[in-house]
């Protein structure tokens, strides 16, 4: 099989525009994928964020003008990680200009951008999209998402699905744009972080009926660029309680959103009880899935049981690591672009991928309903 070349530009170098790059210098770890991408060209606004991409020999161009990225007819996918308030314009332009997309998250700053951006995308059926998110790639999430698919819950009873972070724990981190409503928006962590936790739950067909908010804004104050004490009006941490359904069973499902866990640094975590069976995974301890069940024990009877099962390096698509070994985040990163590039190039099949324009739209639904919610201190229907 010859693999298709896609030429990648990158717009924004900064954490994960870099965690990008490195991920496509790892693609020969995949076995047999269709597609060979090669990082062509990235576009930062400041000029000391391009040069560590000098690193990488297939990069051609360098820019601080996105624009010039657009109008070059090599390039055929750009990967766009900018703040939140700049989603909108950037996001269309792309997709008007019928370039691929993989846009981080949370896909536009509000309802309404996300809006424009689906009218640019039903305009513009050339230009491929999906948005970020990489966590659900961890070979034990996915063996816990094949094991509620296979049916092994029976009667769902409850759901959880959480990211939790510790790192605004420190009340004197200087501010940034993520801690101002007016570049991260409104619904604060969960514009941030928000796709880590419903990923999974929208691509399991649980999209909530109603949601109850519990949201905090903890540090209120943080050092500005001078020093001086500016508000940090963002929420930090966010708690929804919905009601959702799974086989025609309405069940509760929590969802949790933290950027002050005290104790955690990035840890995803999931879980689904049912009657029949449960399936639980965290990425503090990355290899191992825990699965309910009730079993007979020799010389015991019939006991609950939670057994563990350690659950190896390949997720979606193999790769050449050894199957016993561990896999990180920097292997989630190279599932997502492996399964994005696969679905563009028609060859994933029912295999998970990333997240869709429409299932981005919907967590911006259930965010404001959140937002309500805690307002009014009442569930709100979607």
């Known amino acids: 099989m010859t693999a298709e070349r896609v030429n990648i530009a990158i717009i924004g170098g900064g954490l994960m525009g870099r965690e990008i790059a490195a991920a496509i210098q790892r693609w020969p770890a995949l076995i047999e994928h269709p597609v060979r991408p090669r990082l062509t060209a990235v576009c930062d606004i400041n000029p000391a964020a391009l040069e560590w991409f000098d690193e990488i020999d297939t990069v051609?161009?360098?820019?601080?003008?996105?624009?010039?990225?657009?109008?070059?007819?090599?390039?055929?996918?750009?990967?766009?990680?900018v703040r939140h308030d700049l989603h909108e314009g950037i996001y269309t332009d792309v997709i008007r200009s019928?370039?691929?997309?993989?846009?981080?998250?949370?896909?536009?700053?509000?309802?309404?951008?996300?809006?424009a951006i689906l009218a640019a995308i039903a305009e513009h059926p050339e230009s491929f999209v999906r948005c970020s998110s990489e966590m659900p790639f961890f070979p034990g999430a996915q063996v816990a998402i094949d094991y509620v698919r296979s049916g092994a819950l029976g009667t769902i009873v409850e759901a959880r699905n959480s990211f939790l972070h510790s790192s605004d724990i420190d009340v004197n981190k200087p501010i940034n744009w993520?801690?101002?409503?007016?570049?991260?928006?409104?619904?604060?962590?969960?514009?941030?972080?928000?796709?880590?936790?419903?990923?999974?739950?929208?691509?399991?067909?649980?999209?909530?009926?109603?949601?109850?908010?519990?949201?905090q804004n903890?540090?209120?104050?943080?050092?500005?660029?001078?020093g001086s004490t500016v508000d940090c009006d963002t929420w930090?941490?966010?708690?929804?309680?919905?009601?959702?359904?799974?086989?025609?069973?309405?069940?509760?499902?929590?969802?949790?959103?933290?950027?002050?866990?005290?104790?955690q640094k990035n840890t995803w975590e999931?879980?689904?009880?049912?009657?029949?069976?449960g399936v639980r995974f965290s990425t503090k301890n990355p290899k191992l899935v825990e699965i309910f069940t009730v079993t007979t024990v020799p010389g015991g009877g019939r006991e609950q049981v939670w057994q563990q099962v350690d659950s190896g390096s390949q997720s979606v698509w193999p790769t050449v690591t050894g199957p016993n070994f561990e896999?990180?985040?920097?292997?989630?990163?190279?599932?997502?672009?492996?399964?994005?590039?696969?679905?563009?190039?028609?060859?994933?099949?029912?295999?998970?991928?990333?997240?869709?324009?429409?299932?981005?739209?919907?967590?911006?639904?259930?965010?404001?309903?959140?937002?309500?919610?805690?307002s009014e201190k009442r569930a709100v229907e979607l």
């Not at 903890?218 to 001078?226: N, Q, S």
């Open 60 to 81: 051609v161009t360098k820019t601080t003008n996105y624009q010039q990225l657009l109008s070059d007819d090599s390039i055929d996918v750009i990967y766009v990680a």
């Open 98 to 115: 019928g370039k691929g997309l993989l846009a981080e998250k949370p896909f536009g700053i509000d309802g309404d951008a996300v809006q």
């Open 178 to 215: 993520k801690r101002q409503t007016q570049f991260c928006g409104k619904a604060g962590v969960l514009n941030d972080l928000g796709m880590h936790t419903w990923h999974v739950p929208l691509r399991l067909g649980w999209v909530p009926d109603s949601v109850y908010g519990v949201l």
């Open 218 to 226: 903890i540090v209120t104050e943080r050092p500005g660029p001078d």
């Open 236 to 263: 930090d941490n966010a708690v929804i309680h919905s009601w959702a359904r799974h086989d025609g069973v309405s069940f509760p499902l929590t969802t949790e959103t933290k950027r002050i866990d005290p104790g």
């Open 270 to 277: 999931f879980e689904a009880i049912g009657l029949d069976g």
């Open 327 to 374: 896999s990180g985040f920097s292997d989630t990163i190279l599932q997502m672009w492996a399964v994005f590039l696969a679905e563009r190039h028609g060859s994933l099949g029912d295999r998970f991928g990333a997240v869709r324009p429409e299932e981005a739209a919907l967590t911006h639904l259930i965010y404001n309903a959140a937002i309500t919610s805690h």
